[in-house]
């Protein structure tokens, strides 16, 4: 079964320090490694897909990157509307549904 | 270029009733998921809808079902409504050539008295 899990679940960043969250992946010949971010009450939002060891993609402050076991989630001298939860979500072959971890839930502080 | 809708945004309903959530993909995509998120977890698979037939369904009972229709949007219906129902209820599209990337909607609240 695919498993996905994030940490920490949740996270405080003074504005501008710089940090990582982590998603450990269990999954079957992994065809994708989603982030998305989500505000309280809305859906998510894409972000990345990451599809092999050693890609990475950037996207303003953010920067996602995929080892054969972990996918990190970069924040670089964060700002206060950073402050969301971040989800990660990973697909198996033969499938084509997302299993998601429960998400690292950040708050930036000015 | 419209983004993934869905209706309502709101719904109460009563325990045994029944309901049914409707969905407009992304313009181009021909694929919708569902899934339900139940407050501070991720999202869960639901079903997955293409070409009018469900094309992988996950771990949820019969009491959840669905629909697409000819312009792709869909509809999932939940019959016998538990409390355990209540959740974000949220779609998502994708193009069936590229299935990976899915999109999501804003998400229908549903809450079970």
């Known amino acids: 079964e695919d498993q996905v899990t994030q940490s920490p679940e949740a996270l405080r960043l003074q504005e501008g320090e710089s940090s990582s969250l982590n998603c450990s992946y269990t999954?079957?010949?992994?065809?994708?490694l989603f982030w998305y971010r989500q505000d309280p009450g809305k859906g998510p939002e894409f972000l990345f897909t990451l599809y092999s060891a050693g890609e990475e993609k950037e996207k303003e402050r953010l920067k996602a990157t995929l080892t054969k076991k972990e996918s990190f989630l970069h924040i670089t001298a964060p700002k206060p509307e950073d402050s969301a939860t971040y989800l990660c979500?990973?697909?198996?072959?033969?499938?084509?549904?997302?299993?998601f971890g429960k998400g690292t839930k950040l708050s930036v502080i000015p | 270029d419209a983004g993934v809708t869905q209706s309502p945004t709101h719904l109460i309903k009563t325990r045994g009733q029944q309901v049914t959530l409707r969905c407009s993909p992304k313009?181009?995509?021909?694929?919708v998921s569902w899934y339900q998120q139940a407050l501070g977890q991720g999202p869960q698979f639901i079903f997955q809808y293409y070409e009018e037939e469900e094309r992988q369904r996950g771990n949820f009972p019969d009491r959840f079902s669905g629909h697409q229709f000819p312009n792709y949007s869909s509809e999932l219906n939940v019959n016998a409504l538990l409390l355990g129902d209540s959740a974000l209820y949220l779609c998502a599209s994708s193009s069936g050539r590229d299935p990976y990337e899915q999109y999501f909607g804003p998400g229908t609240r549903l809450t079970v008295t």
């Open positions: 979500a990973a697909r198996g072959a033969g499938s084509y549904q997302l299993t």
């Open positions: 313009s181009g995509h021909d694929t």
């Open positions: 999954v079957s010949g992994l065809r994708g």
